[in-house]
């Protein structure tokens, strides 16, 4: 579905994408791990086109997206899309269902009395009823990661991006999160693209893993092949230790 070739994006001097390679196929979980700074956002943020990249291709369904210039051609593009950010990115004056809705007048054709039930629909997806009429402040840490993907839900895009999916939740609610994503998986098809550093989760949910590197994919594969992985990069970053090639900059 989404064919990424030799993909380069730098921040004046400093170089994130280095000629990043990855396939990622139509309706499976495709997880990106690697530590920070190694271009994971910068990665999906080129994917849906909030940065545009110097060189390389993103080809989604046949049509290269790279370069588009047009706003109206990449809000097209962008529909496809749906974007979970980290810390959920709720409304604070809004009430649930209408952070849910939000999207809706400007992604979508549903008229505006559909928005009440669409609202219902999608925040029973993620197991959560009767809450519409509550404010942001009044839900738990993953109350809000549920209802932000709700509102993802709500425009029914055919990529989900998830940025750091289950950051700052408690075991339990990671586990929760993590069946949500398969379960949307199971009942709509929908591809996922997920950035992660909860390597618990990422066995759980992935078709393929990907670790990105100094700015390129050091392995792309199942999860079994992963785990199996003589890469001295994968297998110290699985098993999360300081010893390897990967060196951490300590400050006092």
């Known amino acids: 579905m989404i064919e990424i070739k030799e993909l380069r994006k730098s921040f004046g001097d400093k170089h994130i994408l280095r000629g990043v390679n990855l396939n ?133 895009p055919k990529v989900i991006l998830y940025d750091e999916p289950t950051s700052g939740l408690d075991p339990i609610m990671s586990e929760i999160i993590s069946e949500l994503i398969l379960g949307l998986k199971k009942k709509l098809g929908v591809t996922s693209i997920v950035i992660t550093h909860d390597m618990k989760s990422a066995f759980e949910i992935s078709d393929t893993m990907a670790m990105l590197y100094e700015g390129h994919v050091e392995l792309a594969a199942g999860v079994k092949e992963f785990k199996k992985s003589n890469n001295p990069y994968v297998k110290q970053f699985i098993e999360g230790s300081s010893k390897g090639p990967i060196q951490m900059q300590i400050r006092n």
């Open 24 to 156: 990622i196929k139509e309706g499976e979980v495709t997880t990106i791990i690697g530590g920070s700074g190694t271009g994971k956002s910068t990665l999906i943020k080129c994917i849906i086109r909030l940065l545009e990249p110097e060189s390389g291709s993103i080809v989604v369904n046949g049509e290269d997206i790279t370069h588009i210039k047009s706003e109206m051609a990449l809000a097209k593009v962008r529909r496809n899309f749906g974007y979970l950010f980290q810390e959920g990115a709720l409304f604070d004056s809004l009430t649930v269902g209408e952070n849910v809705t939000f999207g809706l007048k400007y992604l979508t054709d549903a008229p505006k009395s559909e928005y009440a039930k669409i609202a219902k629909e999608k925040l029973a997806l993620v197991g959560l009823k009767d809450i519409e009429h509550l404010k942001p402040s009044e839900l738990s840490g993953g109350m809000k990661k549920r209802v932000s993907l709700a509102r993802v839900l709500a425009t029914e």
